[in-house]
């Protein structure tokens, strides 16, 4: 673990949080539906608030010492939308600490949310006011523009009904003019580097978690927007992974991390979708995607504790 430091820590690893906390809830849901333990989703969400503690400190150290380092990370349009993987991991820890302390639950979704709103604000405001090039448009474009949709999984049940509604109208509508944009650079601007295109797994995130928050939002009931919603999402995770035959060639980075949270939002959505329509085929598809979800976690997460231990995930520049 030598030769590594804070100042080299990016925010984006925040991502690992989304990752875990999310299949923590996911086995949550799991468990209430198929009878399974509940164990394991309780584990993962306790250490995903662990992680999000250890990343917390280390990225305040950074920026005290580093501060330098943190502002031309938010200044780089490349790399701004990552800043919103802080309050989504706020929200996703406000809707597992439901089931704990309504209090507790409550203050991490009303700093979440409006940490979240500011970040939406401000990176909107930059993009109509700057010069962009298209190569700087990715997928963290869309965490940060689109991230507000999920405030209603936690706002719903701690009864914060109209605000959820209004941040769900802002990351919908965002996300059809961002997702155009990105996808426009991805099809027409230069080849995405072989480190980032798990970066291409983000656009699974946005349909699944409408869906998600729009049946929290309307009742739980079926209709022909969430299903659009819902299917979309299935099409969408076909062709990436159909897109990502050539896996095994791509470098490990951090930015693998972005494969777990849309993998746990369409596993979300399939295992919500087959509570609202129970079926062989939906229960099928939620249990072969929770355990594929699984499995992604677990082999990013050790890749990652590997690149930690051998010094090469948070390594200095030679020199």
């Known amino acids: 673990m030598k030769n590594q430091s804070v100042k080299m820590l990016p925010v984006s690893l925040f991502g690992a949080v989304m990752g875990i906390v999310g299949l923590g809830l996911l086995w949550r849901g799991a468990s209430a539906i198929f009878g399974l333990t509940s164990l394991v989703g309780e584990a ?29 990370e938010y200044h780089n349009a490349a790399q701004v939308g990552f800043f919103s993987t802080l309050p989504i991991g706020g929200l996703l820890l406000a809707s597992g600490w439901l089931e704990y302390s309504m209090p507790l639950a409550d203050a991490a979704w009303w700093i979440s949310t409006v940490v979240q709103f500011l970040l939406s604000l401000l990176l909107f ?103 659009t919603m819902f299917y979309f999402t299935m099409f969408l ?53 929770l355990v594929l979800t699984t499995l992604i976690v677990a082999v990013v997460t050790f890749r990652t504790l590997k690149a930690l231990l051998s010094g090469n995930l948070l390594k200095l520049p030679d020199g």
């Open 44 to 72: 993962l969400i306790h250490l995903g608030a662990v992680i999000f503690a250890v990343l917390a400190v280390a990225y305040i150290i950074k920026a005290v010492r580093y501060g330098d380092e943190v502002r031309a």
């Open 237 to 289: 995770t076909l062709v990436l992974c159909f897109s990502s035959r050539d896996v095994r060639k791509w470098p490990f980075t951090v930015a693998w991390w972005a494969f777990t949270f849309p993998f746990v939002t369409m596993s979300s959505a399939a295992l919500s979708y087959f509570e609202a329509a129970p079926g062989a085929v939906s229960q099928a598809v939620a249990v072969v995607t």
């Open 125 to 227: 405001s930059r993009l109509l006011t700057e010069s962009h090039v298209i190569e700087n448009a990715n997928g963290s474009w869309l965490i940060c523009m689109v991230s507000p949709v999920i405030v209603p999984l936690a706002g719903i049940p701690l009864g914060h009904l109209d605000l959820s509604h209004f941040m769900f109208s802002i990351g919908f509508v965002m996300w059809i003019v961002i997702f155009t944009i990105v996808i426009y650079r991805t099809m027409f601007g230069p080849e995405i580097p072989l480190g980032l295109r798990p970066t291409w797994f983000i656009f699974i995130v946005p349909p699944s978690l409408c869906f998600l928050s729009y049946l929290d939002i309307t009742g739980g009931e079926l209709d022909f927007f969430s299903r």
